[in-house]
């Protein structure tokens, strides 16, 4: 088992949140704090809407990877219909191969970086360069290779700006901001059956599980959110559940001149 899976659950919010729960736990042993409330309530206000934002994080994730999938294989499509076009020579195939290996390179970094609007900008730009490499050689293509070429330059693009609309519209802010600040009013009620004994740092047995208690589900609501986080986006190479870009990218290998 990669020990890496387990640790990256572990940041800032989850130290506090166990912090702040042994601190509660004896708060409300010093002050005999009780408050009667129905636990459920946990899995109406925090339970349902985390799992909620992680299965919303995970489809946006599985999506980011079929729409990904889809430009790479558009890629691998537009250069074989060039390419079996007859009067299409090494040159002209060479320049549309890394014209649209570099709009890759380009797409991958604005995905992986941050602040970088800038970049899909220029691939927005870039579409207009493979249009003129299929337009200057229009009078190697009958009417079916044209159409075909358009096509799937199209959707190339479509896909590429799929990908971009993923990673500006995550998991709801409102959503995430409501699930974080519950959890950290969590401890609050958990602590509730804390008054074991009056003596606040005399731990009974069990007081003790009480505490453990209390303290296992404090970590487990903040590890499940932090999962989340991890989840939201699919493509900074940050999380172990990200994208595997290097796996799935176009190669210039790939190139059906070097084969």
């Known amino acids: 088992m990669n020990s890496n899976a ?58 980011a990877i079929g729409l990904f999938l889809d430009f790479r294989n558009k890629i691998i499509d537009l250069t074989n219909i060039f390419f079996a076009v007859d009067k299409i020579e090494k040159k002209d195939y060479d320049l549309l191969f890394n014209k649209l290996f570099g709009i890759q390179t380009s797409l991958i970094n604005y995905l992986t970086k941050e602040d970088s609007n800038y970049i899909f900008e220029q691939i927005r730009q870039e579409r207009k360069d493979v249009l ?51 959890i950290y009013f969590s401890p609050l009620l958990f602590n509730t059956q804390s008054i074991i004994n009056k ?36 493509f900074d190479q940050k999380g172990l559940d990200d994208l595997k870009i290097e796996a799935i990218m176009v190669n210039e290998d790939e190139s059906l001149f070097d084969a």
């Open 199 to 234: 003596t606040p740092f005399d731990l009974n047995i069990e007081s003790s599980l009480t505490l453990l208690f209390t303290l296992v589900m404090s970590f487990v609501l903040m590890a499940l959110y932090n999962v989340q986080d991890y989840i939201e986006n699919p």
């Open 132 to 182: 003129r490499i299929i337009d200057d050689r229009k009078k190697m293509f009958n009417e079916r290779e044209k159409d075909s070429l358009i096509r799937v330059k199209n959707e190339l693009f479509l896909s590429a700006e799929k990908i971009r609309g993923i990673k500006i519209h995550g998991t709801p802010i409102s959503l995430k901001k409501y699930c974080l600040i519950f």
């Open 6 to 63: 387990f640790l990256s659950v572990f940041n800032y919010r989850l130290l506090f949140i166990l912090v702040e729960t042994v601190i509660v736990f004896f708060l409300y042993r010093e002050y005999q704090i009780t408050i009667d409330f129905d636990i459920s309530i946990v899995s109406i206000a925090i339970v349902f809407p985390l799992v909620f934002s992680i299965t919303s994080a995970y489809q946006r994730r599985q999506e």
